[in-house]
């Protein structure tokens, strides 16, 4: 009987924790706007954003790939900073790919250069949409990758995430 209170406190406390850690979780995947000192994204639900040393910015879907891809992300996103031009930047990513759509902006001062591309890595095919923007003598490269054929939702969030990318 001495043992039963204490059990009880300890199993209240494991399932608040456990309540914790689900809500903290599911809150990561929830959409956010990541806003640095140089752009701003807008991420949809369903992706979360890690902090990578050698990246600007990434993000993965929760989701993974369908079979027989099922070891990858259905998506990815990341950015870019190179000291390379505009045009430099686009035919570095262009390379090896074919080229299905290109349009070209401008926003206030800033050039932008929206691509989707189609990519053959090895047996698998993906779908690259990347916007290129050029400012202080810097190439941003916001590029997200995914399979060609996704969801019509899936696709919605990942042209709203790559019509949000906007430099400062």
Partial sequence: MELLIPGLALVALMVWASTRIKRTAADAFAPEVIDTPEFSIKKPEGWLSIAVPTLAFEAYTRDYAPPPNEEIRLGTATVEISSDDLDAAA???????????????KVGDIHYRVLTLNRSE????????????????????????????????????????LDSFELK
């Fill in 122 to 161: 090895g047996d698998l095919e993906r779908v690259e949409f990347i916007k290129l923007a050029e400012q202080n003598g810097k190439a941003y490269t916001f590029c997200i990758k995914t399979l060609p054929d996704t969801t019509p939702e899936f696709r919605r969030g990942i042209e709203g995430m």
């Fill in 91 to 105: 035919a570095s990513v262009i390379s090896g790919a074919e080229v299905v759509e290109e349009i070209r902006e």
